[in-house]
């Protein structure tokens, strides 16, 4: 694939994407990262992708650019586009940013097609999810385009555009609640005296497979719990415990305010 692939922010996201991009066949040195802080380009560097410490360098020799500031920053970027009277033309515009809309992407990138996209840092390791929506000028070569430089991130599933943000409240965020839920279960682990890295080998390995075995069966989540849960057993009394404490409260609240912070984000870019 021939392509220059530009990167707006050099941070966690950007990182994953870009070696996911990598694994795929693209060329380092084909990809550009911009970041005004030198030391987060480093481990770019020492994959031997390009870098800069100027955004107008990506955006003005980059056909394809993702977008990878935070969603507070991204005014920012676009002032700084106006101050170059920089105007987009005819390139692919790739969003990561959580909260910007694709109507906000083609009012400020007018002669070009966006996408709006959602990826989850597991793409670092090949095993993401990333949903995408294309903008109204997005074309099927440029979802195509996308799926190709994308696909060894994980899973690529399309969404609509108003499920996004809450596409994002389980995919996005919820490395960081499965995260929480390794470390918990590790502390639980190490209070009863299982030495902690073991402990947190458990955990993952037992989070890792519980997905998996979801995958591979199709079965519903219930039906797997209620296969570990033996009658009068030790599984029964700990799901008490979790039901007592709001488990499944909490994590279908963490859903709903995560989506809720998402569109409110939406305004930051109004
Ligand atoms: N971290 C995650 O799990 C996910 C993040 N996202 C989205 O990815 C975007 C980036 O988030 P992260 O990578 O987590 O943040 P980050 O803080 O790791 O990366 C942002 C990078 O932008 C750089 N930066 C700051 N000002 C800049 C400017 N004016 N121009 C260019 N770069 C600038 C920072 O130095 C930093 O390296 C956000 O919009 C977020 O919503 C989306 C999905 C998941
Ligand atoms: O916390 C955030 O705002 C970003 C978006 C999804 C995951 N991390």
Request: hydrophobic letters at 45%.
């Amino acid at each position: 694939m021939e392509h220059n692939i530009g990167f707006v922010g050099g941070g966690e996201m950007a990182y994953a994407v870009a070696m996911g991009i990598l694994k795929g066949g693209v060329k380092a040195p084909s990809i550009l990262v911009s970041n005004p802080s030198a030391e987060k380009l480093v481990r770019f560097q020492n994959k031997e992708i390009k870098t800069t410490s100027n955004n107008m360098e990506v955006l003005q020799t980059c056909n394809i650019i993702f977008l990878c500031v935070k969603p507070q920053i991204f005014p920012n970027v676009v002032k700084e586009m106006d101050d170059h009277e920089f105007k987009s033309q005819d390139q692919l515009i790739i969003s990561v940013i959580a909260g910007l809309t694709n109507a906000k992407l083609e009012a400020v990138f007018p002669n070009s097609r966006v996408i709006r996209t959602m990826p989850n840092t597991p793409c670092l390791v090949q095993s993401g999810v990333f949903l995408y929506c294309g903008g109204k000028s997005a074309t099927e070569d440029d979802i195509k385009l996308l799926l190709q430089l994308i696909s060894s991130c994980g899973e690529c599933l399309s969404l609509a555009e108003h499920l996004i943000d809450a596409g994002q409240a389980i995919s996005g965020c919820g490395p960081a609640y499965m995260f929480t839920a390794m470390d918990a279960l590790a502390d639980g682990g190490v209070k009863m005296g299982l030495p902690r890295a073991l402990a947190i080998k458990l955990a993952a390995k037992t989070l890792v497979g519980a997905g998996k075995m979801h995958l591979e069966t199709g079965l519903h989540p219930g039906v797997l719990k209620d296969a570990v849960t033996s009658p009068g057993g030790v599984t029964i009394c700990a799901l008490h415990e979790l039901d007592k404490a709001g488990f499944r409260a909490a994590l279908i609240g963490a859903v709903c305010s995560a989506t809720t912070r998402s569109k409110e984000m939406a305004n930051f870019n109004k």
